[in-house]
């Protein structure tokens, strides 16, 4: 399976300590995975925090200089959820993305994180 995601704006990849993304789903009909993209020349790591209206859950992810980590958030039901990424560098470019594919199908829908 592939999956087209837009061009990122300029201002999402721009420094900050932040972002969000919303909109997406995991439950026993979708997984959710998470892409945390690095633009610096040393690696970082970030904390993802996954609110759902029946379950959060907080891990960390180290992401490599001029890298892309995309990892499956920890299984649960969270129902409709909100990502939040956090950098431990504000000052370092990076974006991330989540993403909901439905398993039966494998449609997907992709929520980029707004700082």
């Known amino acids: 399976m592939c999956?087209?995601?837009?061009?990122?704006?300029?201002?999402?990849?721009?420094r900050h300590g932040s972002a969000r993304a919303v909109s997406l789903r995991h439950d026993a009909r979708f997984?959710?995975?998470v892409g945390i993209v690095n633009l610096?020349?040393?690696?970082?790591?970030?904390?993802?925090?996954?609110?759902g209206e029946r379950h959060?859950?907080?891990f960390n992810v180290f992401v490599p200089p001029f890298s892309l980590a995309q990892i499956p958030i920890p299984d649960s039901d969270y129902g409709e959820l909100t990502l939040t990424v956090t950098s431990e560098n504000s000052s370092a470019p990076w974006t991330f993305y989540g993403?909901?594919?439905e398993?039966?199908?494998g449609a997907a829908?992709?929520?980029v994180g707004t700082p």
Do not use: W, Y
């Open 56 to 58: 959060v859950e907080k």
């Open 3 to 14: 999956q087209s995601i837009e061009a990122v704006r300029a201002d999402h990849v721009a």
């Open 109 to 111: 829908m992709t929520s």
């Open 31 to 33: 997984r959710t995975n």
């Open 40 to 51: 610096d020349a040393i690696g970082h790591q970030f904390t993802v925090t996954a609110t």
């Open 99 to 101: 993403s909901s594919i």
């Open 103 to 105: 398993n039966s199908s």
